[in-house]
């Protein structure tokens, strides 16, 4: 079962029309189908969450986007948190048929600094976010969704969603 919590929301209720809006359909493509199709507004909408979230923790310098999936939340992030200073890890880990296969690391960010952001868009199995959290130790590693295998690799993300749902996100179009 999705659950969405106040602590997710911001500690509050969901006030604005839009986000019930977004919740509305984020539950119905759950409960109708096992594919979410994520929109544009809705990453952008959880992207803000997120940054909003992360502005209380520390002051962020850099972010690292795990390439692809995470790019262009990291945009969005950067954006939001001021942040100029965008890296990557560019690992593949899904073949074009949406398999999963042995991860191979294309390119490694040369930063190790302790107010590094790791940008994700979501962690299934935990299999990258394993992977980063042993090249970036210091980091703090966000996605925006997380399933319940993966979420325990990651420090911060803002939606869960079941195990057996794929995610279909604007970029995978």
């Known amino acids: 079962m999705v659950r969405i919590s106040a602590c997710h929301a911001g500690g509050r209720g969901f006030e604005s029309r839009s986000h019930r809006l977004y919740l509305f359909f984020f539950w119905y493509f759950l409960f109708m189908s096992n594919k ?3 929109t544009w507004k809705i990453v952008h909408f959880f992207a803000k969450k997120l940054a909003l979230k992360l502005s209380f923790i520390r002051k962020w310098n850099k972010i690292i986007a795990v390439s692809r999936g995470g790019l262009i939340p990291a945009t969005i992030l950067g954006k ?18 949406n398999n999963m296969k042995n991860l191979k690391i294309i390119k490694k960010s040369l930063l190790y600094d302790k107010d590094v952001l790791i940008v994700d868009d979501l962690v299934d199995t935990g299999r990258t976010a394993k992977v980063v959290r042993n090249f970036y130790k210091k980091s703090y590693f966000v996605t925006i969704f997380a399933k319940p295998i993966g ?14 749902i794929w995610v279909e996100f604007p970029w995978d179009i």
Do not use: A, G, H, M
């Open 151 to 164: 979420k325990f690799f990651v420090d911060k993300y803002i939606i869960d969603i079941p195990q057996n």
């Open 80 to 97: 939001e948190l001021n942040i100029r200073y965008i890296d990557t890890i560019c690992i593949s880990s899904y073949n074009q048929n």
């Open 36 to 38: 979410y199709i994520v």
